[in-house]
């Protein structure tokens, strides 16, 4: 038996051993917080800058940048433009102007679209209007206040020469569009009509009734059907780009020079040469599968770009748009968008008590029901300047803290009213159905609710992506001839876009920005003759796209494309959605990456290959959607502040609205492929504002 003294000096051992590891433990987590912020500051140290001088900015005042850009740019002359093609890929508002312009210019164009006809690509379903400084109003609009508030809507986080370049043109678009034959609203006295969109004191927006992207890709359209009449353009409708060619030339320096594109009725895969790739392929909104994008947007043309070099910035700037109808069910496939020119009449609000927004979600009593002092029109109340008509993310992120706090509208409790009695009482029925007629009959349709008798339902929903392949301010990849426009391309709108931006960035890129910055790439390949698309690179991209698709038709799982991809949207949704944290985001990677190894082992693709395929469609595009998914998350959780669409929770001010750090992410946040599961690099340039000065995005006052 023990005696007593031992049985002390081995309680004493054993306390001292516990006390002996808990120190070691200590020792061991400091030491392990040492070397993670000595790596973080190393990999900071160690990450690759890109320079104005890399960016192609030019030198000199704001307002002169473009103008001396374009006095100096090289050109290529009437005789070589014949000898030289360009295939642009999309035929948006951002693919059908370029291809136009540059085949009027003279170039031989080679148009690509996955739909049946360049008209029913996504461009068309744009709503609301289209920007410009012209000041017809009278309000006060110039090109600087154009830049300012695109900008500030931006959040701070976009190019201050490519902002104020889009202003310049903005209004030149205006006027190719009239000339076109665009039937903009006009008013009594025959001049262009304007309404307010958000973000802006002024009324700067061009519309056509709801249709606005409609009309002016019909006005786009015919200038590119006139250039394919004269046999300028050659249109491949029905045709999906797969992969980009890359061709080294005599100093080794890789270089677009075509793509592999699967004819989407007979399965064949095919390869076509140019001088100069193009893509405007637009938003990858879609990777959250329920989106107000259309049912065919997709990232996979950006994803091809990514592989093969070029840049991807931002990725997590994604818009979320505060005015669509709220999601109905678990079968649904598309989210619809209501315009934000509602938002010109129609005033937001939600129920001041619970108990009313509890029966308003037990479906006793509507909105019409609850009396005027008892409704909290939210936006109004918190931001008196700028009242329903707030930027989106601050728009969306109002409606979700009201959700968040209960007071919901319907029976999901993720819904805020819409409401325009007001407006019906000011102006009349006759004059609201004038301006917004189809818009109304649109919600009818979906909800069955007549919104000139109950206020309109709306919630958030995924809308557009700022994020997107990097681009100088040529609009040219870090890819020596590939080029990125519209939508898919990252420039101009920062962290947030203002609405009616993103037709005016479109068509600004296509009409008037890459027509001239294409030559000075061009001014240099004139001694480049057509290549043969039997080149040993030509047959390495294709058989690499053919081995995909081979290895995607012999999985023969047991989910559907769509089961897959509505399961990364949830993650998306849920992780790297309206509100981020970095613990969310750690967790959503894994999720992502466990989705990926779904797909690749499990995914049932019917049919053949060579031919009709929707469902290989899709897979091809949820493959890089997954991809996306991921580095958006990443780029998120790099990201530690919030800035517009960007929202990490562990950075707001105490009233809930975005805090910056300027002081660490003034940056372009840009990514860079390392290899198929390697984390990808980052590369950061620096957003260094010599002309507007950064302050916190204030619409209160
Ligand atoms: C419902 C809705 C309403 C909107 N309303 C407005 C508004 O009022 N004002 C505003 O400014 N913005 C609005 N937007 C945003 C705006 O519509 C888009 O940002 C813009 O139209 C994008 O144009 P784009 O030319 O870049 O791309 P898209 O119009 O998306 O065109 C992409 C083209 O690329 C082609 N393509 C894609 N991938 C491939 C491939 N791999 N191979 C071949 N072809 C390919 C497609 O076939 C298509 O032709 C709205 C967006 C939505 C969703």
Same mark, same amino acid.
């Given at each position: 038996m023990a005696t007593k003294k031992e049985e002390l000096k081995e309680a004493a051992v054993k306390a001292a051993k516990k006390v002996a590891v808990k120190a070691a433990k200590a020792a061991v987590e400091a030491a392990e917080v040492v070397v993670e912020k000595a790596a973080k500051a190393m990999k900071e140290a160690a990450t690759p800058v890109i320079t104005p001088e890399m960016a192609k900015i030019p030198a000199g005042p704001l307002e002169l940048k473009w103008t001396n850009y374009k006095n100096h740019q090289k050109l290529v002359n009437p005789a070589n433009k014949r000898r030289l093609d360009i295939i642009v890929v999309g035929t948006g508002l951002a693919g059908a102007s370029a291809a136009a312009s540059l085949a009027e210019m003279g170039f031989n164009v080679l148009n690509f679209c996955i739909q049946d006809s360049p008209r029913r690509a996504h461009s068309i379903a744009a709503q609301g209007g289209i920007n410009a400084a012209k000041n017809y109003q009278n309000d006060g609009d110039s090109v600087y206040r154009l830049y300012y508030d695109t900008i500030k809507g931006g959040d701070y986080r976009a190019r201050e020469a490519n902002v104020y370049r889009l202003a310049e043109v903005s209004n030149n678009i205006i006027d190719q569009c009239v000339a076109q034959g665009v039937p903009f609203a006009r008013e009594y006295g025959g001049l262009l009509d304007n309404r307010s969109f958000g973000g802006a004191q002024v009324s700067r927006t061009f519309y056509a009734k709801g249709q606005t992207g409609q009309q002016l890709l019909l006005g786009a359209y015919s200038a590119l059907s006139r250039q394919i009449g004269k046999g300028k353009v050659k249109m491949y409708t029905r045709y999906e780009m797969l992969d980009i060619v890359l061709v080294k030339d005599e100093n080794g320096e890789q270089r677009a020079r075509g793509i592999i594109a699967r004819n989407l009725v007979t399965g064949r895969i095919e390869r076509f040469f140019a001088h100069a790739v193009v893509v405007g392929s637009g938003g990858y909104g879609n990777t959250f599968f329920l989106s107000t994008n259309a049912m065919a947007s997709n990232g996979s043309a950006a994803m091809q770009m990514y592989r093969h070099g070029a840049l991807f910035a931002n990725p @997590?700037? #994604?818009?979320? !748009?505060p005015t669509c109808i709220p999601k109905h069910g678990d079968f649904q496939s598309k989210l619809t968008l209501m315009s934000e020119s509602l938002r010109n009449d129609g005033r937001i609000w939600v129920p001041k008590k619970l108990e009313d927004a509890k029966r308003l979600q037990a479906g006793e009593i509507k909105g019409r029901d609850i009396p005027e002092e008892d409704r909290d029109y939210y936006l109004? *109340? =918190?931001? &008196? #300047?700028? %009242?329903?008509?707030? &930027? *989106? $993310?601050? +728009?969306? /992120? +109002? +409606?979700?803290? /009201?959700c968040d706090k209960g007071y919901g509208v319907n029976n999901t409790g993720l819904a805020v009213f819409l409401d325009f009695s007001d407006a019906i009482q000011r102006l009349g029925k006759d004059v609201v159905a004038q301006k917004y007629g189809n818009l109304f009959q649109m919600y009818e349709k979906i909800v069955d609710e007549n919104p000139y008798e109950n206020p309109m339902m709306i919630f958030p929903a995924i809308h557009y992506t700022m994020g997107g392949i990097w681009v100088d301010y040529e609009l040219q990849t870090t890819v020596k001839g590939l080029f990125c426009i519209g939508e898919a391309n990252f420039s101009d709108h920062g962290a947030n876009r203002l609405g009616a931006s993103a037709l005016m960035q479109g068509l600004a890129d296509g009409y008037f920005v890459l027509p001239y910055t294409i030559q000075n790439y061009l001014s240099d390949q004139i001694g480049v003759p057509r290549m043969s698309t039997d080149l040993p690179e030509f047959a390495e991209a294709e058989k690499a796209v053919q081995d995909k698709i081979d290895r995607l038709m012999a999985i023969k799982g047991n989910r559907s494309v769509d089961s897959i991809h509505k399961e990364l949207g949830l993650i998306m949704w849920d992780f790297v959605g309206m509100g981020r944290t970095a613990e969310g985001l750690k967790e959503g990677i894994k999720k992502i990456d466990a989705i990926k190894k779904e797909f690749w082992t499990n995914v049932y693709i019917p049919g053949e290959a060579n031919s009709l395929n929707n469902e290989l469609e899709k897979a091809l595009r949820l493959a890089d959607f997954i991809e996306i998914g991921r580095l958006m998350a990443v780029d998120a959780l790099h990201r530690e502040e919030? @800035? %517009? %669409? !960007?929202? =990490?929770?562990e950075y707001q001010t105490p009233e809930g609205e975005a805090l910056r750090q300027d002081d660490k992410f003034a940056y372009v946040g840009c990514w860079?492929?390392? %290899?198929? $599961?390697?984390? &990808?690099?980052?590369i950061k340039e620096p957003l260094d504002y010599e002309f507007t000065e950064r302050k916190t995005r204030n619409y209160k006052n």
């Amino acid at each position: 038996m023990a005696t007593k003294k031992e049985e002390l000096k081995e309680a004493a051992v054993k306390a001292a051993k516990k006390v002996a590891v808990k120190a070691a433990k200590a020792a061991v987590e400091a030491a392990e917080v040492v070397v993670e912020k000595a790596a973080k500051a190393m990999k900071e140290a160690a990450t690759p800058v890109i320079t104005p001088e890399m960016a192609k900015i030019p030198a000199g005042p704001l307002e002169l940048k473009w103008t001396n850009y374009k006095n100096h740019q090289k050109l290529v002359n009437p005789a070589n433009k014949r000898r030289l093609d360009i295939i642009v890929v999309g035929t948006g508002l951002a693919g059908a102007s370029a291809a136009a312009s540059l085949a009027e210019m003279g170039f031989n164009v080679l148009n690509f679209c996955i739909q049946d006809s360049p008209r029913r690509a996504h461009s068309i379903a744009a709503q609301g209007g289209i920007n410009a400084a012209k000041n017809y109003q009278n309000d006060g609009d110039s090109v600087y206040r154009l830049y300012y508030d695109t900008i500030k809507g931006g959040d701070y986080r976009a190019r201050e020469a490519n902002v104020y370049r889009l202003a310049e043109v903005s209004n030149n678009i205006i006027d190719q569009c009239v000339a076109q034959g665009v039937p903009f609203a006009r008013e009594y006295g025959g001049l262009l009509d304007n309404r307010s969109f958000g973000g802006a004191q002024v009324s700067r927006t061009f519309y056509a009734k709801g249709q606005t992207g409609q009309q002016l890709l019909l006005g786009a359209y015919s200038a590119l059907s006139r250039q394919i009449g004269k046999g300028k353009v050659k249109m491949y409708t029905r045709y999906e780009m797969l992969d980009i060619v890359l061709v080294k030339d005599e100093n080794g320096e890789q270089r677009a020079r075509g793509i592999i594109a699967r004819n989407l009725v007979t399965g064949r895969i095919e390869r076509f040469f140019a001088h100069a790739v193009v893509v405007g392929s637009g938003g990858y909104g879609n990777t959250f599968f329920l989106s107000t994008n259309a049912m065919a947007s997709n990232g996979s043309a950006a994803m091809q770009m990514y592989r093969h070099g070029a840049l991807f910035a931002n990725p @997590c700037y #994604a818009q979320i !748009h505060p005015t669509c109808i709220p999601k109905h069910g678990d079968f649904q496939s598309k989210l619809t968008l209501m315009s934000e020119s509602l938002r010109n009449d129609g005033r937001i609000w939600v129920p001041k008590k619970l108990e009313d927004a509890k029966r308003l979600q037990a479906g006793e009593i509507k909105g019409r029901d609850i009396p005027e002092e008892d409704r909290d029109y939210y936006l109004e *109340r =918190r931001y &008196p #300047a700028f %009242g329903n008509l707030v &930027p *989106r $993310d601050v +728009a969306s /992120r +109002a +409606a979700k803290e /009201r959700c968040d706090k209960g007071y919901g509208v319907n029976n999901t409790g993720l819904a805020v009213f819409l409401d325009f009695s007001d407006a019906i009482q000011r102006l009349g029925k006759d004059v609201v159905a004038q301006k917004y007629g189809n818009l109304f009959q649109m919600y009818e349709k979906i909800v069955d609710e007549n919104p000139y008798e109950n206020p309109m339902m709306i919630f958030p929903a995924i809308h557009y992506t700022m994020g997107g392949i990097w681009v100088d301010y040529e609009l040219q990849t870090t890819v020596k001839g590939l080029f990125c426009i519209g939508e898919a391309n990252f420039s101009d709108h920062g962290a947030n876009r203002l609405g009616a931006s993103a037709l005016m960035q479109g068509l600004a890129d296509g009409y008037f920005v890459l027509p001239y910055t294409i030559q000075n790439y061009l001014s240099d390949q004139i001694g480049v003759p057509r290549m043969s698309t039997d080149l040993p690179e030509f047959a390495e991209a294709e058989k690499a796209v053919q081995d995909k698709i081979d290895r995607l038709m012999a999985i023969k799982g047991n989910r559907s494309v769509d089961s897959i991809h509505k399961e990364l949207g949830l993650i998306m949704w849920d992780f790297v959605g309206m509100g981020r944290t970095a613990e969310g985001l750690k967790e959503g990677i894994k999720k992502i990456d466990a989705i990926k190894k779904e797909f690749w082992t499990n995914v049932y693709i019917p049919g053949e290959a060579n031919s009709l395929n929707n469902e290989l469609e899709k897979a091809l595009r949820l493959a890089d959607f997954i991809e996306i998914g991921r580095l958006m998350a990443v780029d998120a959780l790099h990201r530690e502040e919030s @800035c %517009g %669409g !960007h929202f =990490r929770e562990e950075y707001q001010t105490p009233e809930g609205e975005a805090l910056r750090q300027d002081d660490k992410f003034a940056y372009v946040g840009c990514w860079k492929y390392m %290899g198929e $599961d390697q984390e &990808p690099q980052l590369i950061k340039e620096p957003l260094d504002y010599e002309f507007t000065e950064r302050k916190t995005r204030n619409y209160k006052n």
